[in-house]
């Protein structure tokens, strides 16, 4: 049978190894988000489109609000490449908006729910503002949000198998450990000082 020291030495490589990429990506946008007037200075794209929608996807009968969401979203799709999903479709007596996003990206079209005819705007951020947006989440859809929470596992137990680890290493347990204890009470304590 393994060793316990075998076994938090082959955890920590292979974790640490496998969540590297996650580590310097979000070590690298924590620095960009914290340094917005450094990074972001690419302005951004606005494209202005219009068209128009068959008007009886639009239509109002005495029952009530009968309006083609889906129908209306994949034309709009398909007629202009929008893309990222649909965070709001407000229907007025007179108008229809839709709000398509997505990291890095927003798109609005208002509708005249009598001609079918539309005006809208898509806005493309730069390479900065989209690796920020991917950092918190933003827009990014479940798969990612997964992604950033598996990311966060596997650096946790990296982080936890490196403390393991260095309690096998008797020349340097002591320090190492003064050394992460007060790292970790660095952050609250800046807070702290920073507040005050």
């Known amino acids: 049978m393994r060793s316990a020291a075998w076994i938090a030495r082959w ?12 580590l310097v990506f979000f070590s690298v946008t924590g620095i960009t988000l914290n340094h917005p007037d450094v990074f972001e200075t690419a302005e951004p794209v606005e494209l202005e489109f219009s068209g128009s929608l068959e008007p009886s996807l639009l239509a ?10 889906l129908e209306i979203v994949e034309e709009l799709r398909a007629e202009h490449g929008l893309r990222g ?11 229809v908006s839709v709000v398509f996003a997505a990291p890095g990206y927003s798109a609005d079209a208002w509708i005249d729910r009598t001609s079918g ?22 827009d990014s859809g479940a798969a990612w949000r997964w992604l950033i929470d598996v990311s966060a596992a596997i650096l946790i137990v990296a982080g936890l198998s490196g403390i393991w680890l260095l309690w096998y290493v008797r020349k340097r347990r002591t320090n190492g450990l003064l050394v992460t204890v007060l790292g970790a009470a660095l952050l609250p304590l800046v807070y702290v000082l920073y507040e005050l």
């Open 60 to 69: 109002v009968s005495d029952g009530g609000v009968e309006v083609q969401r």
């Open 117 to 138: 005819s539309f005006q809208g705007v898509t806005v493309t951020q730069g390479t900065w503002v989209l690796l920020n947006d991917l950092h918190k989440g933003r």
């Open 11 to 22: 955890g920590h490589t292979f974790v640490s190894s496998f969540g590297f990429g996650a």
């Open 85 to 95: 999903r649909v965070t709001e479709f407000r229907i007025d007596d007179d108008e």
